[in-house]
């Protein structure tokens, strides 16, 4: 991991996540821009110069993927949805001029907001050693293990079905 990351949360609850890169990273400045106009990416904002460089992104009161796992019984639509929205983005990095490896692939920076029922990620605009291909495999498989848990009323046998599909050897990412 070739950065450092902090979490601020206010007396309102309201939550900044703070991405420090390692000092000399090469930064996109490019991108900065884009990932404002995104609509499944948190806002960013660059501050600092050089080796005290920061990117602060607003995450509000969304829940990360993994405290959004923790309170509720998440039903089959919603993970779909989840994994929908996880995925979708990867897939059309490179339309979207993004690159696929610059996304914080982790339930704990995967963001979800319970009202509008949307997720949202994080995209670095800076290479930190991240591999999507390998990520995308393993943030599936971190899904589908927190979801073991459905509504009382829900047959979960979907998550065994889906889980069975990605480790199937001919899965590749493009599906």
């Not at 902090?6 to 000092?23: E, G, K």
């Not at 501050?47 to 602060?56: A, H, I, R, V």
């Not at 089959?76 to 996880?86: P, R």
Request: charged fraction near 20%.
């Amino acid at each position: 991991m070739d950065y450092q990351v902090r979490t601020v949360v206010n007396d309102d609850h309201v939550r900044q996540v703070i991405f420090q890169p390692a000092p000399g990273a090469e930064i996109n400045k490019n991108a900065i821009p884009k990932i404002n106009t995104q609509p499944f990416l948190l806002p960013v904002k660059p501050s600092g110069w050089l080796k005290d460089l920061q990117f602060t992104y607003q995450v509000g009161r969304k829940l990360s993927l993994m405290e959004f796992f923790q309170q509720f019984a998440v039903g089959k639509a919603t993970v779909i949805h989840i994994l929908e929205s996880t995925i979708r983005p990867l897939l059309h990095a490179k339309e979207t001029q993004f690159a696929p490896d610059n996304f914080v692939l982790d339930l704990d920076y995967l963001f979800y907001d319970t009202n509008s029922e949307k997720l949202y990620l994080i995209y670095l605009p800076f290479d930190f050693g991240g591999q999507a291909g390998l990520s995308v495999m393993y943030i599936i498989a971190q899904i589908l293990g927190e979801c073991l848990t459905p509504p009382k009323d829900e047959d979960s046998s979907y998550i065994t079905q889906i889980l069975a599909y990605y480790n199937d050897p001919k899965y590749n990412a493009k599906g």
